[in-house]
């Protein structure tokens, strides 16, 4: 099973170039970065973890400057977004920044995908909450759309339509992989089996209850069972818990980093090892 991790990269933790080279050195299998462009100070989304918004998530870097970065200094380090909030960007732009970055580091880049559930931010980018779930399908599409190998049309829903077009790089498989995160249930489980390659689910909790239904809705849209990757997000490790994730069928989990400067990562890294 692959050991990746997930941090919140900010202007007052540990580099990601620092962070990079120390995971490829004790042999971590990915890094995966979260995205928030900016937090309104009149939110009145809750935090889900529930109490007051950890200071981490105002000065979140942008992840695809800091994964160019870690591409640039490893050679077998996975990249990943956990997760990119694709109702936010322009998706030809979006299309664009993951053929390049999945392009130049030789096809090693994730794209993981969320919905959100910070409300004032979303409306800062024209946001509609209420059909934020469609506009992000139809921005999937239309990015398939740009990385097909031939010149594809798509007709967006939501303001954005292209005529078939050039647009180059392409991924370095012809599309990177594709999770989507996010909480159980029918709606989530059709989209995953509709326009990804599995499901993020966070801390990983319950999942010997909800593979089974997640399984069902992927078989019954025709994809082949062992084509489907469950990728718990954001793990607090024992060895237990990734002994049982094993015996679910993961071949990846994403252990969770503390935002801290440069000796409290390695520390906790250095503890991590031993499930490397």
Known sequence: ??????????????????????????GFGGLYLPEHTHIPLSRESPYPAGGPLPREYARTLDPFVALA????????LR?????????????????????????????RFTLGVGLGWNREEAAGHGVDWSTRRSLVSDRLDLMRALWAPDPTAHEGRFGHSIGPSEAWPKPAGGAPRILIGGAAGPRLFAEIAARADGWLPIGGSGLAETLPVLRTAWEEAGRDPKALQVVPYAVHPSPGKLARYAELGCEEVILQLPPGDEGTVLGVLDDYVQYV
């Open 69 to 76: 970065q870690v591409a640039a200094v490893t050679e077998h």
């Open 79 to 107: 990249l990943g977004t956990g997760i990119t909030l694709v109702a936010q960007h322009d998706p030809i732009d979006l299309a664009k920044q993951i053929a390049t970055l999945d392009h130049l580091s030789g096809g």
């Open 1 to 26: 099973m692959r050991i990746s991790t997930t941090i919140f990269l900010t202007d007052e933790t540990i580099t990601p170039v620092r962070l990079a080279r120390a995971l490829e050195e004790r």
